[in-house]
């Protein structure tokens, strides 16, 4: 299966006229015109059958994204949350384990069938 393929199997998944390729190729600034976009979806051995390149299958894929999902949000970083200076102080924020005689006060030993205890 070749690009075109792909690209015609998922125009008529998605029920895509050819106006919506090229507005969804817009959205990530990949001009391409419908006389163009046309040629992909020819048979293989029509005159004017073009062959779909890689690029513009991935333009059209992360268009397809953007359409499907909407623009990415901007991740603004935190200001009230300072980021440890060295690789120790993020160390200091490991689960730590009770020493020894803590456990012996917090567990009581288990009482076996047969014992005294």
Same mark, same amino acid.
């Given at each position: ?7 015609? !199997? ?5 029920? @895509? +006229? ?5 507005? %969804?190729?817009? /959205? ?21 059958? !073009? ?5 513009? @299958? +991935? ?5 397809? %994204?953007?359409? /499907? ?21 993020? !160390? ?26």
């Amino acid at each position: 299966m070749d690009n075109n393929d792909i690209l015609k !199997k998922l125009r008529v998944a998605l029920k @895509l +006229r050819d106006d919506e390729i090229v507005e %969804i190729l817009k /959205l990530v600034d990949f001009r391409i015109t419908t006389t163009e976009l046309g040629a992909f979806f020819r048979k293989s051995d029509h005159p004017n059958y !073009k062959e779909c390149g890689d690029q513009v @299958l +991935r333009n059209f894929l992360n268009g397809l %994204i953007i359409h /499907l999902r909407g623009p990415m949000e901007k991740k603004e970083p935190k200001e009230d949350a300072p980021k440890p200076a060295d690789s120790t102080a993020s !160390k200091s924020k490991a689960k730590r384990i009770p020493p020894k005689s803590n456990l012996k006060r917090t567990y009581k030993p288990i009482n076996k069938k047969g014992s005294d205890n």
